[in-house]
């Protein structure tokens, strides 16, 4: 209970002054502190229900085909047609769409509570679109060419699968359906991985290099069914990834940058497999 006003010498009571409203997110943040376990449950179920049961997946299979004869036959088909029948492959292609963006909505309406400030308080606003598209477009011919250089090589020396990056038939709804499930990935992997998860890890006092490290080794983690290659690549993504969020607290670049690495990876093979020997 407060204490009294004083009363002043006019013998007049002095009004109270009102007190201001608590800044949004403020007893979620301050009851998070208290309890910074619950902050760790939070992050498990996040990745739980994403990419953490993913990299367990991944693993799993990896382990599988070293035990059947290594990587240097295998073959790892992204995008896979569900159906021979048309309309059953289309719902399936886009309930998987849909089925990866939730994940990552979930994860944006966990940060609208916690930290509560804009752009989720990971970049994600329109105030710097046209600069942040530019960017994206700048880390993706930085990451990509290189990471395709790296696929390559991964694969002359047998660790790693032969990659098909689209199994789904030459359709109508082909091309619509493959730019949908590279943004789909940019969109999930970018801010659950780095804007959710490095937000959180640092919440919990993680220094940087730490939650970059971790973030990038589940990065990897979920790529491992395409085998050595397929995880390294992906770990040293995962860390460049981290380490410009970290500088700038801006996801949107990283979210363009790798929506168009898988765009044009998934369309270019489609169009170009079976007209260009080495793809």
Known sequence: MTSASPVPESGLHADPAPSADPAPGTTAAAALARRPDRLGLEVLLVLGVSLGISAISSWINFLDIQTRGGFRNATATLNPSESPRAWVDLSYQLLGILNGLVPALLALLLLSRVPALPGFGIGLDRLRLRRETLQGLGIAALIGLPGLGLVILARHLGINAQ????????????????????????????????????????????????????????????????????????????????????????????????????????VGYAALHGRVGWI
């Open 163 to 266: 990659l098909e990056a689209s199994g789904i038939a030459d359709v109508w709804y082909r091309y619509p359906v493959l730019v949908g499930e590279g943004i789909q990935n940019g969109v999930l992997e970018e801010i659950v991985m780095i804007g959710y998860l490095l937000t959180r890890l640092r919440a919990r006092n993680w220094p940087a290099w730490q939650a970059i490290l971790v973030s990038a080794v589940i990065r990897g983690s979920y790529h491992t069914y395409q085998g050595i290659g397929g995880f390294v690549g992906n770990l040293v993504m995962g860390a460049l990834f981290g380490w410009w969020f970290t500088r700038t607290r801006r996801v949107l670049p990283l979210v363009i940058a790798h929506s168009v690495i898988d765009i044009v990876s998934f």
